[in-house]
């Protein structure tokens, strides 16, 4: 795969999950961090989707992240998250 078929599929990633969180929205922003949020929430949206099935992945891949970035997923001031991440998982109607 080429570095433009990437940018193309992210491009398209990114249309898609703004349309996603279209009805998204945050006050008193300009349109392009308006657009930001409305990705960021319809990417939040499929991926809440996609592991309905599996909440475990969702610590998984929190743990992944936060070692990809250099901190240490098991800190107590990750701890508090992922109790509340299980918490919902826990709680959570999944139709």
Known sequence: MTLEERKEIIRQIEELAGRLGAESTLE???????????????????????????????????????????YDPTQESFQSIREDLDNFFDTADRN
Not at 29 to 45: A, I, K
Not at 47 to 54: F, Q, S, T
């Open 28 to 70: 008193n922003t300009s349109d392009t961090e308006e657009y930001e949020f409305q990705v960021h929430c319809g990417l939040s949206e499929a991926v809440a989707d996609i592991l309905r099935g599996e909440p475990f992945m969702v610590s998984y891949w929190l743990g992944f992240c936060v070692s990809s970035l250099g």
